[in-house]
């Protein structure tokens, strides 16, 4: 049975959900899936594959979702991962918002290159959680002039078809992994 980590960070908890739920999609399609937030300070390699996530705050992933990532690079000799970002940018602009999980992500993989590197499988961008309330006094101004909406994005169906598509793509790495001569990307 596939063991998998979905490991991910959060700041209000909407991105804690989603991993609850993507969990949950991964042991309902016979995985062995538990979830572990990347601050717990917990980087444990003793899994098949890893799924982490972090929400975008300025741009860029919480660093102990980076952190996280690139701690556990080192130790996994090229198993198979993979990231999610959570993030409201992409409603006012998707092209911005998908650039920043985008730009986050080659940088990670950049940084993890030292090493073995991340075998990143898929990667994925979801809508997340927006209440102004969070926002900054300073922000809240800038958000007068260009709002996000307010509100539950989270798209669940969106969320449980990613999930579902990882185990072919885990079980496809984990194969070529343990072919005698197999290369590692
Ligand atoms: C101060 C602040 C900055 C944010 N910056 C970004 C951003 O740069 N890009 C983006 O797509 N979303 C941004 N968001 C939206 C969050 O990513 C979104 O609310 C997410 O669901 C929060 O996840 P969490 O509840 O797990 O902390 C920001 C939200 C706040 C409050």
């Known amino acids: 049975m ?12 909407s991105t804690r959900e989603i991993a609850s739920a993507i969990v949950h999609e991964l042991n309902a399609g016979g995985l062995s899936a538990q979830a572990v937030e990347t601050g717990s300070g917990l980087v444990t390699d003793d899994y098949d594959a890893f799924v982490i996530g972090s929400p975008l705050y300025g741009g860029t992933w919480l660093s102990s979702a980076g952190v996280f990532a690139a701690i ?19 409603l006012k602009s998707p092209k911005r918002g998908r650039g920043e999980h985008t730009e986050f992500i080659e940088g990670l993989v950049e940084v993890t290159r030292s090493s073995v590197g991340l075998n990143v499988v898929s990667d994925a961008l979801f809508p997340g959680y927006f209440d102004r309330a969070n926002l900054p006094w300073m922000l809240r101004i800038v958000d007068r002039f260009v709002p996000t909406p307010q509100g539950d994005h989270r798209n669940w169906p969106e969320i449980q078809q990613w999930a579902r598509s990882l185990a072919p793509k885990f079980d496809a790495s984990l194969a070529n992994e343990s072919q005698p001569g197999a290369e590692i990307q």
């Open 72 to 90: 556990l690079a080192e130790r996994i000799n090229g198993k198979p991962v993979a990231l999610f970002s959570v993030g409201t940018l992409i």
């Open 2 to 13: 596939t063991r998998v980590l979905v490991a991910y960070a959060t700041r209000f908890g």
